[in-house]
């Protein structure tokens, strides 16, 4: 089993930044490919927000991130961050970070919560207007 644990969350006002942090441990998290972080507003879906492959270090973001938020890895210490910039009431959401045992060709395919194998607890942000 893979342990993940997300921390960062917050209320913060639109225009500023937060940091989430996802630390992952257990037994198997060598066999873990990639890591991604996903986003559920009240009443929506659970939606992708960026991904990280281990072999490449490759990253891949839905449209609606892309250019504010910032997917990357500590190598020393099992974790991956989430720096979310230029935040906007419309991020308001519980994240959370996944992590998978799949092993696809580009990061591209990491993209629904069905290419990931453990998910942490979640952590919320909230975006004051």
């Known amino acids: 089993q893979v342990q993940l644990v997300e921390s960062g969350g917050g209320l913060v006002q639109a225009g500023g930044s937060l940091r989430l942090s996802c630390a992952a441990s257990g037994r198997t998290f060598s066999s873990v490919t990639a890591m991604g972080w996903f986003r559920q507003a009240p009443g929506k879906e659970r939606e992708f927000m960026a991904a990280?492959?281990?072999?490449?270090?490759?990253?891949y973001y839905a449209d609606s991130v892309k250019g504010r938020f910032t997917i990357s890895r500590d190598y020393t210490k099992d974790t991956v961050y989430l720096q979310m910039n230029s935040l906007k009431p419309e991020d308001t959401a519980v994240y959370y970070c996944?992590?998978?045992?799949?092993?696809?060709?580009?990061?591209?395919?990491?993209?629904?919560?069905?290419?990931?194998?453990?998910w942490g607890q979640g952590t919320q942000v909230t975006v004051s207007s």
């Open positions: 996944a992590a998978s045992n799949k092993l696809y060709y580009s990061v591209r395919d990491y993209r629904e919560e069905h290419d990931y194998d453990y």
């Open positions: 990280f492959k281990w072999s490449s270090g490759r990253t």
